[in-house]
C-alpha cells in the first residue's frame, strides 16, 4: 500500500467513511484505503466503530439507554471482545518476532485489522497477505466467524462460536 504520512482527512473523505463504516460497508476513497491516512487518529476512530458495528444492535441500545449490566452481562459481546484481543495480541506477537515491525506499530496494524475483517468491513492499512501464514490464518478465522449476531457484520457469528465452545 502507498502510504502519504501527515495527510488530514477531509470533509469529503470523513463523511464517506463515516457512511461506510457503521454500516461496514467497507468504501473507501483512496486505492490504499485507510492506510492512505496513515493516522493513529484516523486509524483509532474507524476502529472504535468498526468494532461497534460488530456489536448486537439490541446491546447497543441497552447502552444507550444506560442499562449497562445488559451490555456487561452478555455473554456474546464478551466472547467477541475477548476473540478481538486476543487474535490482535496473537498476530501482533508474531509480527513482532518475523519482522521488524515495532510493538506499537504491530498493534496499531493488528487491532486494526482485525476489527476490520471480523466485522466484515474490509478497510486496510496494512498489507497483510505479506504478514507471517500464522497471522494470515487468525485472520481468516475473524473473517468465518464474524461478530455478534445481530449487527451488520458478516460470516458465522459469535453466538454460534460460542454454542459450539459449550457444547
Same mark, same amino acid.
Given at each position: 500500500l502507498g502510504f502519504h504520512p501527515n495527510i488530514?482527512?477531509? !470533509?469529503?473523505?470523513?463523511?464517506?467513511?463515516? !457512511?461506510?463504516?457503521?454500516? *461496514?460497508?467497507?468504501?473507501?476513497?483512496?486505492?490504499?484505503? #485507510?492506510?492512505?491516512?496513515? *493516522? &493513529? !487518529? &484516523?486509524?483509532? &476512530? +474507524?476502529?472504535? /466503530?468498526?468494532?461497534?458495528?460488530? +456489536?448486537?444492535?439490541?446491546? #447497543?441500545? /441497552?447502552?444507550?439507554?444506560?442499562d449497562w449490566e445488559k451490555l456487561w452481562s452478555d455473554e456474546e459481546f464478551k466472547l467477541y471482545? /475477548?476473540?478481538? +484481543? +486476543?487474535?490482535? *495480541?496473537i498476530m501482533a506477537l508474531s509480527l513482532v518476532f518475523t519482522s521488524e515491525i515495532g510493538i506499537g506499530d504491530a498493534f496499531r496494524k493488528t487491532i486494526f485489522q482485525a476489527v476490520s475483517i471480523g466485522t466484515s468491513t474490509g478497510y486496510s492499512t496494512a498489507d497483510f497477505a505479506a504478514w507471517p501464514a500464522f497471522a494470515t490464518l487468525i485472520l481468516l478465522f475473524l473473517m468465518v466467524v464474524g461478530a455478534s449476531a445481530g449487527s451488520t457484520s458478516g460470516g458465522l457469528k459469535m453466538l454460534r462460536l460460542n454454542l459450539a465452545i459449550k457444547a
Open positions: 488530514d482527512m477531509n !470533509l469529503f473523505d470523513a463523511v464517506n467513511h463515516a !457512511l461506510t463504516t457503521m454500516p *461496514s460497508g467497507g468504501f473507501g476513497t483512496h486505492d490504499a484505503s #485507510i492506510g492512505y491516512y496513515d *493516522s &493513529v !487518529l &484516523v486509524e483509532a &476512530v +474507524i476502529t472504535f /466503530f468498526m468494532f461497534l458495528t460488530g +456489536i448486537n444492535f439490541t446491546l #447497543i441500545y /441497552f447502552a444507550m439507554m444506560r471482545g /475477548f476473540v478481538t +484481543i +486476543i487474535a490482535s *495480541s
